[in-house]
Nanobody, 123 residues
């Protein structure tokens, strides 16, 4: 129901940084949980980071903990993923997702998905 559009992907050298943005729309944004997922060729989709509607609860995958930061600006219907100390293993298509219910996010079955943005970490 919610349209989500990612931006900010690109090519970056190992150790570099990127900031992804997700632009939402509609009245459900501010009361929906949101998350970033990623999928690399030959790998399963995995959750990278998730955040509740007011940001009171945040979760990160172990692989990105301490390097990535998820945040949101409900007034502007925006969600962000700041990625620092990037590694080649972070190369993947990154997807923005949302759902009215937190459990759907945690179970990796959100109702709303963006189109994805490519992140490539290479020297």
């Amino acid at each position: 129901q919610e349209e989500l559009v990612e931006s900010g992907g690109g090519l970056v050298r190992p150790g570099g940084s990127l900031k992804l943005s997700c632009q939402g729309s509609g009245p459900m944004f501010s009361i929906s949980a949101m998350a970033w997922f990623r999928q690399a060729p030959g790998n399963q989709r995995e959750m990278v980071a998730a955040i509740t509607n007011y940001g009171s609860t945040i979760r990160y995958a172990d692989a990105v903990k301490g390097r990535f930061t998820i945040s949101r600006d409900n007034a502007k219907k925006l969600m962000f993923l700041q990625m620092n100390s990037l590694e080649p293993e972070d190369t993947a298509v990154y997807y923005c997702a949302s759902d009215r219910y937190w459990n759907n996010i945690l179970e990796a079955r959100p109702n709303n998905w963006g189109q994805g943005t490519q992140v490539t970490v290479s020297s």
